[in-house]
Structures are given as C-alpha cells and as structure tokens.
T-cell receptor
Framework: DGGITQSPKYLFRKEGQNVTLSCEQN?????MYWYRQDPGQGLRLIYY???????QKGDIAEGYSVSREKKESFPLTVTSAQKNPTAFYLC????????????????FGPGTRLLVL | AQKVTQAQTEISVVEKEDVTLDCVYE???????LFWYKQPPSGELVFLIR??????QNEISGRYSWNFQKSTSSFNFTITASQVVDSAVYFC???????????????FGGGTRVLVKP
C-alpha cells in the first residue's frame, strides 16, 4: 500500500535526552514536512524539505533537527534544547502536479505523540 | 505574511443537520491554494478539498460543498445531512505558490471542532 508511515506511535522522552521520530513515504513524493500540533491548536511547521539533501527551517525550528538523505525518509530529532517537546508530531509529503497551473497537496501520516517523563 | 482564521472553535449539531464551517484568509499573492482537512479522533489529517485562487467555481462533492469568495477572502465549507462519523476537527489551510515545484508551505487555521450528536 502506498502511504506515509510514522513511528513510533507514542514516544517518551527523559530530560536531557534526544529522540528521533521516523517518517517514511513510498509515494515518490519530492517534498516532505514536519508539523507540531499542541492540544486544541492548529499545526505549525517545523522543517520542510523540497528535495533530497536539502531542507529549510519552518516557523518553529529551534530545538529540532532533520536530515533528508533519501527521498523516502525525513527523520526529525527532538533535541534536549527543545524545552517543551510534549506535542503531537505530524509528517506530510507532497508532489508537484506540473504544468503552468500546477498544484500540490500535502498528505499526512498518522502522527507520533511525544511525552516527556 | 499569510494568515488563516477559523472563528468558530466548536460547533455542535444533531445528526442530519447541515454544518457550515467558516474560513477567512489573508494573502498578498494572486496565486494561492486553499484546502480543507479533517482530523478525526485518531489524529491523522485527511485531505478533503483543494481550491485554486483562479477558479472561484463552487462545487458539491457528495455531502461536502464549498463556497469560495475572493471578494471577501472566505472559503467556507458545508457538510450536508451530517452524520456521527463527521465528528472531527476541521482545518482550513492556505498555500501561496512561492515556487512551481513541491515544497510550498501551508498555513493552517486554528481548527473547528464539530460534534455531531445522534
């Protein structure tokens, strides 16, 4: 089945610990994104990648890091510098439809809930 | 900077009633895209509809319909004859076409929680 997978579903972090959230897609999409969602809030962009080996900071990149070594994979590391990491993390991917009036739609994975112990 | 506002935080209806969700956006671009996503209790965001700024035609797709009006910068979404399975949080989102390639950022509204009671 084609889609976006995120693992783990739940992740617990201890103080001072770095943790990595996995995001994999087999849709052959070029772009991938990481969002953070706090309870009762909308989504905020952390990092995004338009192509392999390239990524840009979103609106709330501090305390996070990413890599894009393969087209299918875009892991997110929550570092110890992120003081309030408890949130729901969503990964998305998209592809350009092409043409003069091209469009793209972001499709989302099931998410990872990160909790601090 | 782009901005999306969903003024309704929560709507409660009885099954079979219609539900209209409001969305107002701000953008300086002339080419942009508007989206509606559904987030059921499981958490995954499900894409529902997309509208391009150069196409104001309003459409109906099953029980979903939308009303896009550039003059008022609004992109409202209606669920007709609501069902319990429609209970979810609905997000409106805006994407400016900064590049003609994948990787254009989405800006989300705060979401509207819809509760459909049997």
């Amino acid at each position: 089945d084609g889609g976006i997978t995120q693992s783990p579903k739940y992740l617990f972090r201890k103080e001072g610990q770095n943790v990595t959230l996995s995001c994999e897609q087999n849709l052959n999409h070029d772009a991938m994104y990481w969002y953070r969602q706090d309870p009762g809030q909308g989504l905020r962009l952390i990092y995004y990648s338009q192509i392999v080996n390239d990524f840009q900071k979103g609106d709330i990149a501090e305390g996070y890091s990413v890599s894009r070594e393969k087209k299918e994979s875009f892991p997110l590391t929550v570092t110890s510098a992120q003081k309030n990491p408890t949130a729901f993390y969503l990964c998305a991917s998209s592809i350009w439809s092409g043409g003069a009036f091209g469009t793209e739609t972001q499709y989302f994975g099931p998410g990872t809930r990160l909790l601090v112990l | 900077a782009q901005k999306v506002t969903q003024a309704q935080t929560e709507i409660s209806v009885v099954e079979k009633e219609d539900v209209t969700l409001d969305c107002v956006y701000e953008t300086r671009d002339t080419t942009y895209y508007l989206f509606w996503y559904k987030q059921p209790p499981s958490g995954e965001l499900v894409f529902l509809i997309r509208r391009n700024s150069f196409d104001e035609q309003n459409e109906i797709s099953g029980r979903y319909s939308w009303n896009f009006q550039k003059s008022t910068s609004s992109f409202n979404f209606t669920i007709t004859a609501s069902q319990v399975v429609d209970s979810a949080v609905y997000f409106c989102a805006l994407s400016e076409r900064e590049i003609k390639a994948a990787g254009n950022k989405l800006t989300f509204g705060g979401g509207t929680r819809v509760l459909v009671k049997p």
